[in-house]
């Protein structure tokens, strides 16, 4: 790991993660959860904040970072509800089949090299009647914001830790063993080519 992933990186997803807007999309979906609680790509924990006590039973966050992870500002001994950090990537969840209510992962799609491959690992963890619930940035609706989206994102991944610009979430979601509860999308404020959100709730075909 060079220089940058490991100390610069680290700091600027936090901080960029952290912005006012996407605190706000965290806010609209986190309180979704309940049960047995597996999040995504937990970061530096920007969305624990958010989790309804009353209906979260234990927090399984994972994330291949220990350096995101290092930038958080909670503290886990105080967290309301039973709380593991596990690193790890989303293509191999070191957790029990059929163990899981809601799956929640935010901002952390368009970082998963092989998504069919963690969505076959989120099928097998979830339960039958469990839900995804998400909230992403992804591929735009115009034209010339897509083409910005598409000249740019070589770079963009390569000093984002991987991050896409382009990625095609309902599709994704769909395309991939769940149905679609409810969806919406719309650009939230900030730069147009990173800015087009998409969030809701999905369930097992």
Known sequence: MNLYD????????????????TMKQR??????????????????GLNIPYYKSEQVKHLTAID???????????????????????????ESIPIDSNSIDSIVVTYALCSIPESEKAFEEFRRVLKPNGQLIFSEHGKA????????????NPIWGKLGGGCSLTKDIPKMIESNGFKLSNIEA???PGWKPASFNYWGTAKLY
């Open 186 to 188: 719309m650009y939230i």
């Open 6 to 21: 490991k100390i610069i990186l680290p700091k600027v997803i936090h901080w960029v993660c952290g912005q006012n807007p």
């Open 27 to 44: 806010e609209k979906v986190i309180p979704l959860a309940k049960g047995n609680v597996l999040e995504i790509g937990v970061g530096s």
């Open 141 to 152: 609706p115009d034209r010339i914001v897509q083409q910005v989206q598409n000249l740019i």
């Open 64 to 90: 291949p970072s220990d350096e995101v992870w290092n930038e958080k500002k909670i503290k886990e001994e105080e967290l309301p509800f039973e709380f593991e950090f596990i690193k790890a990537i989303a």
